[in-house]
């Protein structure tokens, strides 16, 4: 089989044991595709070929395979592993059906669907805050003293100040981007930042956004994804989500991303999903005006920090990955940090 070096013929054979059954008593030929909508991770469709599709009841025809970005490190990657499986045994996301060895990646169900678009957000919001609400219900085995953001930027600023430069297109650009700000004392004003806001502490997606929402065949919307899931502030999950409605991060031409502002949802939209995703997260219990109002001023006091946090994103993955304008994009969040910075009273 001509994998076309999308994936090796070792991992490919690693892939058919985990597996099991049809895939590898009778060895079927099988396709290999490239799956698009994935910026952090590699995402690839293995298929049985339809001319060696047998009586196989026990066995799926196709799966996904997950190849994980060199920003991760092991560590990560093992913790990951765990939450997406005890995740898709409570109905989120894909089934697991394999966890390779080391940094090759894993194996998960495949969804006949298609990724939301961004013009879908809004119109869906009723939907997106129930599905974000049961999430955010959720408890998992993992650290919840609020330090994921900042942890999590100090290790992108780890990368950008110690990977070398395999992408020579992006290597202007890149150098500009890691000597414009002190990142790392931005860092540390940030922490201070987050624990002034008093956003309560839940199990957060932290990448809600038209990319990881699945509208399947049957209606039904799918959240997936689910590499930086942790602890975090509801602010910033929400201001992420809200972020998306007016960033489209699968446009066709270069830099493959637009930024429509005016698409941000207006007070009122804010209103109506934090209100149902209220109801959800409190079951039984019917928020006021004042309680919406002050999640909904929560959630913008937050949208610094998302910015922050995608631009050493951004850099970090900009050092080695070629597919996406990250330097574009770095240049954007920067922008947007600044100016939501310009908003705070000064101290």
Known sequence: METENLISNGLLERCREYMGDYWT?????????????GLTNSLFLLKIESNDIGNIPNSPICCLLRVFANIWSQE??????????????????PKIYGVLPGMEGRLEEFYFCRQLHTSEMIP????????TGKFNRQTLPLPKNGNFLTNSMQGFLEKINCTPIKIEANKHNIEQLRNEVNWKEEIQWMGEYL????????????????????????????????EFVSYNYRGFELAQLFYECSITMTYPDYPYFKHSPGDYPSYEARREFVAKYLAVYQPGNIPCEEEIHSVVLEVEKMKIAV????????????????????PEYAQLRIDLYRLEKAKLPIT
């Open 124 to 131: 869906n919001f009723d939907t997106i805050a129930e599905i």
């Open 25 to 37: 008593l009778n060895k079927p030929n099988i396709s290999v595709s490239v799956v698009t909508g």
């Open 195 to 226: 624990r002034s806001i008093g956003s309560p502490l839940l199990l957060c997606h932290n990448d809600i956004n038209e990319s990881n929402l699945l509208l399947l065949t049957d209606g039904q919307l799918k959240l997936i994804d689910f």
């Open 307 to 326: 910015d922050l946090y995608w631009v050493l994103w951004a850099i970090a993955m900009a050092f080695t990955d070629d597919r996406f304008g990250y």
């Open 76 to 93: 990560q990657v093992a913790t990951n592993n765990v939450i997406s499986t005890v995740l898709a045994e409570r109905g989120f996301g």
